[in-house]
C-alpha cells in the first residue's frame, strides 16, 4: 500500500467530512491518522477507486464517532470562529456556521450526500444505517437549512 | 430550494482545506505509530472493547461497568476514581445528569474560551495520571447556570446553559486542571448510570460488533 499516494488523494476529502463532524482540527487530524493506520494495517483490496474512497469515509467516520464518545477531545473552538477559520467569503461562512450547528449525525449525512454527491443508498452502506434514516437526516438537515437560509437571504 | 442550499453548502465545503503540512504531519505520524507499534497497542484495546462487546450483546456473562469504562477509555480509568464517583449523592447525580441531559438537548458540545496551551496539555498528561493513583481536587469545578452571571474571565468557571468552558488567561494551575477532569469524570459517570444510556451503550457494542465482523464494504 502506498501510504503517501492514499493521504495525498484522499486526505482533504476526509478532513472535510471529519471537520465537520468533529469540529476541530487536533481531533480530525487524529481521525485521519487513525483512518490511515488502519488502511495500512488492514490492507484492503480494493476493487476500484470508488470502493477505496467508501471504506476510507466508513472508517474516518467510524473514528469521528468514537472520539466522540468515549475519548479525550481537544477543545473545540467556537462555531462562529471555527467556520471563520475554514472559509473566508461570507456566504461560505454562513452555510459552514448553519452546518455545524446541526447534530454530528446529521452533518455527516449533509456532507456525503451534498458536498461528496453519495446517493442515499450509498450514504446508507458506508455508515451502517438504515436508508430510511439517511433520508430523515437528510430531511432534518434541509428543513434547518430552508427556515435559517430563507430569513437571511429572501427578504 | 433545498438544491440551492446544497450548491452552496457544496461550494462553502469545497473551499475547505487543511492546513499547511498537514499531510505530511499525518504521513510521519502513521509511519512513527505502526513503526513504534503505538497504533497495534491502541488497537488491542479497540479489540477487546469489540470482545466485551460480545459478550455483553448475547449476554453470556454480565460485566462489571467498570470493565466497559476500562475498554473505552472513558475518564473513569481506576478503582480510585470508581470509588470517588460512587460516593456521589443521588441528588447530585441527579442535578448533573439534568445538566448533561439538557446539553445534549440544546446539541451543545464542550466549548473553551481558548485554547489549552502546550505547557497546559502535558500537564493534563500527567495530572490525568496522578488523578487515577488517588490525586483528587480540592474544590469542584466552578459552575454558573448561564454565561450572563461570568464577569471576566479571571477565574477558570463553566457556564451549565452553553456548556461553555471560561478558561482564564493566565495559565491554569493543577488544581484547576484537576477540577475540570474531576468534572468530566463525574459527568461520565452519571450518565453510566441511567439505563437509557445504557440501552443505547448496548446499541453501540452491538454496532461495534458489525463492525468486528467486517467493515461491511469490503467484499
Redesign the interface.
Known sequence: MD??AA??KH??ML??IC??IL?S?QDT?DA???T??KY???K??F?DGE?EK??LI??AT?HCRDIQ??????????IEELAGT????Q???E??RE?L???PKQRAV??L???EGYQVKEIA??L?ITEHAVKKRLQRG?EQ??TT??EEYCR | MSEMNGGQLRHALKQVHMKENMQEEIIMNVRTQMADGTYRRNSFKRNMVSAAACLMAIGMVSIPAYAGYQGFKSAITSDKVLARMQEIPNEEQQDIYNMVQYEQRSLHADQFSREYTEKEMSRRKVLQQEYENGRFPENTLAMVENAGQIQDYGELVYAKDTSYFYLPERELTDEEILQILDFNSTREYVLEQNPEVQRQKMEQYEEAIREKQGDGLLP
Request: proline share 6%; with cysteine; hydrophobic share 40%.
Open positions: 501510504l503517501e493521504v495525498r486526505s482533504e478532513y472535510r471537520i465537520v469540529g482540527e487530524q485521519i491518522q487513525e490511515f493506520c495500512l494495517e488492514k484492503p483490496k476493487v470502493h467508501a471504506w466508513k472508517v467510524n464518545r468515549f475519548r479525550f477531545r481537544h477543545p473545540k473552538v467556537p475554514l472559509v473566508s467569503r456566504e461560505d461562512r452555510a459552514v452546518l450547528q446541526m447534530p449533509m456532507v450526500h451534498y458536498v452502506g458506508i451502517g434541509r437549512f430552508r437560509w430563507k
